[in-house]
């Protein structure tokens, strides 16, 4: 990058994060968590959004730390949670790092359980389940409600996929572990802008799983 823009390799590095942590600082205003409410209906569903943790690899310097390894995707990683609207495609919360052996529940149950109403939903997959608001994929009452959940879960799989053809997400980190929050921090609000302003699109979906 610094040899396309004109500059040596350190100026370049130190503009950059310049610019990073300014895009992070962002993620207050832009990542809402109320976005939620926006074009849900409570008498179809009190389902609200979709729950999911995602890792990205990293270099565990010696000596290391078996914490850091997370047995699902067999690696050294740091792990973030993400959660996305079903009814307006918003990227509405966002929490981490966290290391790679943490688990999805006691994520969720830190964090985002406090945030929901008494009788609010989450959709989310197999490895993160324990709680009665997160609905996991065989908690459907018919057919039709199971394929609405899973094209919503799959909507949730395409932000990842946006994040992580960032070259910086999609290798191994080599800096430190919380430089990382911050090129994470300003890549989903990034997303989040994109999304708004229409250069970034998600397909729509149908949902109208009842669990009430």
């Given amino acids: 990058m610094s040899k396309i823009v004109g500059c040596h390799f350190n ?65 050294a990683g740091l792990k973030y949670e993400v959660a996305h609207s079903i009814h307006n495609a918003s990227i509405v919360h966002w929490n981490g790092w966290f290391k790679g052996s943490v688990s999805d529940i006691k994520i969720f149950r830190d964090c985002l359980k406090e945030k929901l109403e008494p009788t609010e939903c989450v959709e989310s997959d197999s490895g993160c389940s324990g709680e009665a608001c997160l609905k996991n994929p065989d908690v459907a009452k018919s057919r039709k409600s199971k394929q609405q959940k899973g094209v919503v879960r799959a909507r949730q799989e395409t932000i ?53």
Avoid at 46 to 75: H, I, Q, Y
Avoid at 188 to 198: A, D, F, K, M
């Fill in 11 to 75: 100026t370049f590095s130190k503009w950059a994060w310049i610019f990073i942590r300014l895009v992070h600082g962002l993620h207050q205003e832009v990542i809402r968590f109320e976005n939620r409410l926006i074009n849900w209906d409570w008498t179809k569903t009190n389902a609200s959004c979709t729950v999911d943790c995602t890792t990205f690899g990293c270099l565990d310097t010696f000596p290391f730390d078996k914490a850091m390894w997370d047995p699902k995707r067999e690696r």
């Fill in 160 to 212: 990842f996929c946006k994040m992580k053809k960032f070259g910086s997400m999609s290798g191994i980190w080599i800096h430190d572990y919380d430089k990382h929050e911050l090129a994470f921090g300003a890549i989903i609000v990034s997303i989040q802008l994109g999304l708004e302003l229409g250069t970034v699109e998600l397909f729509d979906v149908e949902y109208e799983a009842e669990y009430f």
